[in-house]
């Protein structure tokens, strides 16, 4: 049951901007469920990865071959030039991740922490919401956007923040239009998704760790799936419910764990 809650929770809340660690956290501080473990975290990210990749399949393989493209020394097709946005974007997460996700895990999963960056971040995704521009295209993000949605994405690495939340955040307060940031933040997840398990998985071959894999099996196709229908509704409704919605969502969160938890 455990597994099941958290992978629900995790997929529903990964691609959503309301943050997955955050709800990773809290959920079992609300049921006196013991902490699930890293293991469990990169089962269900990596679910979550597999829903992006299903889900943005003709996006990541134009991505692939522009980055073919990229490597054959042209940068002038739009894939391109969206493949090699994406690597920048991708560098200062990596980097921030390397350097401090150690810290970070042992000295931010507190309730006092979500309740403060569930709640600022949510004021700030609500005033890029309705100030930004919504004038530009993914077509139209250049490598400038791109290395300062990434540096919005390191961010994402303290619980409560919102990776999702964040760089959609970040980009629409850039100009970009509602779907179009979705969609570069969502692309934009992959590839720190995709480092941050293997950076996880390497700590725990590491280290020796047993690994049941049928529960973990269990927790990424469960996270994978649920995503996918998240993915599904955020990028189809998005437009028309704007992220408001999500910001006072946030809100709320913040001000329940401050009464209950902290």
């Not at 980055?67 to 991708?90: M, Q, Y």
Request: contains cysteine.
């Amino acid at each position: 049951m455990h597994i099941i809650v958290l992978a629900v929770v995790q997929g529903l809340t990964e691609f959503l901007p309301i943050s997955s660690s955050g709800h990773l956290i809290l959920v079992p501080s609300f049921f006196g469920w013991a902490d699930q473990g890293l293991i469990f975290d990169v089962a269900v990210h990596f679910g979550t990865l597999g829903a992006v990749c299903v889900y943005f399949r003709r996006d990541i393989a134009g991505l692939l071959y522009g980055a073919r493209r990229v490597l054959g020394g042209d940068v002038s097709s739009p894939r391109a030039r969206l493949a090699l946005a994406l690597l920048i974007g991708t560098l200062p997460a990596a980097v921030a991740g390397l350097l401090f996700a150690g810290w970070i895990e042992e000295n931010l999963r507190q309730p006092e922490v979500v309740v403060l960056t569930l709640s600022s971040f949510g004021i700030l995704m609500a005033l890029a919401d309705r100030l930004g521009r919504r004038t530009r295209a993914m077509a139209d993000v250049t490598l400038k956007d791109a290395l300062l949605i990434g540096m919005a994405q390191a961010l994402a690495l303290v619980p409560g923040t919102s990776r999702s939340g964040v760089t959609i955040t970040a980009a629409m307060a850039l100009g970009l239009e509602r779907h179009d940031a979705a969609r570069f933040s969502f692309l934009l997840s992959a590839p720190v998704i995709l480092l941050a398990c293997g950076y996880k998985v390497l700590s725990l071959v590491l280290a020796g760790a047993a690994v049941a894999w049928n529960e973990l099996a269990i927790g990424a196709l469960v996270s994978g799936i649920v995503a996918y229908l998240s993915i599904e509704f955020f990028m189809r409704f998005v437009n028309a419910i704007g992220l408001l919605p999500f910001a006072l969502y946030r809100l709320a969160l913040a001000a329940v764990i401050l009464v209950v938890l902290v």
